[in-house]
């Protein structure tokens, strides 16, 4: 397990700052982030990469703290957007426009048009639709838009079904059949600049096979562009590698290169990835405190004061995520569902775990810097939690927990009749 939290002596630490000092200092539930574990990972793309023309465009979706995405920008990072709201976190944290590449499915005019005006690296169109309208909208505001087409290479990622997205049966990008078609309508259109081509075909990939094959099926359609005059300038092969969570055993970063290597031996393309996951996930943890331990029939609860509406990928995909006492001197006493105190039987952390715990102690789940703050609700009118960022021996609160002020913003009462 890659972890950013270390235990010396009988402390468990990430950065210089003891685990219990965040808890207690900033209260539970709460998120926190080792700035040194973001840059780090962050800084291995950039070394694996560096032999060739690249931009890494870090997914905000992983992690939008504007924190997160100011380390990064700071660090040269360009971004891969997928609404108008990551575009303004982006550029509030500093991030350079002309490093922004933007995917989704359905991207609106409203935000087609604001992407236009700072001009953003390219937009990863995903349908014949999108392209007319971008054409469309960039007309109106005498704008050329950078394109480029998320193809969908049907290349099976070997992932949970609900990240896998690379597969004919996905709503994701082109079809890769009709993908020199629709590179050549958009090549006649004038507000279109066609600059590259991109895929996605899943997250936590633990195997590099599948994204070879994508390379491949893309490297067909770019040489069968560049015969018929269209010359794309870059390859975005989409997100990053997937993580250990557990016991997975995740490729190299060089390896994954040392694969792509001789397909890309003597092509000028710019190298474009998206990661996400691979940089904030193992940066991250989510603090939380035992608030009841009880016994129903021959199973002990852990019901703890974060949940699903917290952090999501336990219920959502059966996710296994490391959790463990903030404390070290523990022999285990027991095995225990921990689970939240939200109304819903899914809502659980983990099941099965082997801990020694008393209702007040306090416990983190490892692995949780990706998909966690962000995919968070206020399910059961729960504030969100706070948000830190360790930086040596600070602690910095870069989300304040939410109020019930922030819980009923923009609600309002009628009048009664
Ligand atoms: N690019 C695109 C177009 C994407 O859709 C994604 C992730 C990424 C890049 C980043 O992929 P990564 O490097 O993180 O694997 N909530 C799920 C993961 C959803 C991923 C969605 N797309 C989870 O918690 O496992």
Redesign the pocket.
């Known amino acids: 397990m890659h972890s950013s939290v270390k235990t010396v002596g009988n402390q468990r630490i990430m950065e210089q700052v003891p685990l219990k000092t965040i808890v207690e200092q900033q209260g539970s539930p709460c998120y926190a982030y080792s700035k040194a574990a973001i840059s780090d990972n962050f800084l291995s793309y950039q070394r694996a990469l560096a032999s060739r023309d690249h931009l890494i465009c870090y ?1 905000v ?2 992690n939008s703290n504007i924190a997160v995405l100011q380390t990064l920008a700071k660090l040269g990072a360009g971004f ?1 957007i ?1 609404s108008a709201g990551e575009l303004e976190r982006v550029l509030m944290a500093g991030g350079d426009p002309t490093k922004v590449v933007y ?1 989704g499915v359905a991207k609106t005019a409203d935000e087609m048009r604001r992407a236009l005006e700072v001009g953003i690296h390219c937009f ?1 169109v995903e349908s014949e639709s999108e392209l007319r309208l971008l054409n469309k909208t960039a007309a109106e505001v005498n704008k050329i838009a950078p394109v480029s087409l998320r193809v969908n290479p049907d290349v099976d990622a070997k992932t ?1 079904p ?2 896998s ?1 690379g597969l004919k049966e996905n709503k994701f990008g082109i079809d890769i059949s009709r993908a020199f078609d629709v590179y050549q309508q958009a090549a006649q259109m004038d507000s279109i600049a066609v600059v590259g081509v991109d895929c ?1 075909i899943g ?3 633990t195997d590099i096979t599948p994204f070879i094959d994508a390379m491949k099926h893309l490297l067909v359609l770019v040489d069968r562009l560049a015969d018929a005059g269209i010359k794309l300038h870059h390859l975005d092969i ?3 590698l ?1 993580v250990c969570y557990q016991n997975e055993v995740v490729p190299s970063l060089e390896s994954y290169m040392d694969a792509l290597a001789p397909l890309l031996e003597g092509r000028t393309e710019t190298l474009i990835m ?5 940089i904030t996930a193992n940066a991250g943890i989510l603090l939380m405190q035992v608030q009841v331990i009880k016994k129903n029939g021959d199973k002990n609860f852990a019901v703890v004061d974060a949940a699903m509406n917290d952090m999501l ?1 336990p219920a959502l ?1 059966d ?1 296994w995520m490391d959790i463990n006492t903030v404390a070290t001197e523990c022999e285990h006493n027991a095995i225990y569902d921990v689970v939240g105190p939200v109304c819903e039987t899914g809502d659980f952390l983990a099941k099965d775990r082997a801990l020694s715990i008393s209702e007040g102690d306090y416990l983190y789940l490892s692995s949780a810097g ?2 966690g703050f962000t ?1 968070s609700s206020n399910y059961n009118s729960r504030p969100r939690v706070a948000e830190v960022m360790i930086d040596n021996e600070k602690i910095h609160l870069v989300r304040a927990r939410e109020t019930l002020e922030d819980l009923v913003r923009g609600e309002q009462l009628i009048e009664e009749s």
């Open positions: 997914a979706k992983s891969d997928v995917s990863n949970h609900y990240i997205t996605h997250s936590q990939l989409g997100g990053g997937g998206e990661p996400g996951r691979s990928r995909y996710a990706a998909y995919m």
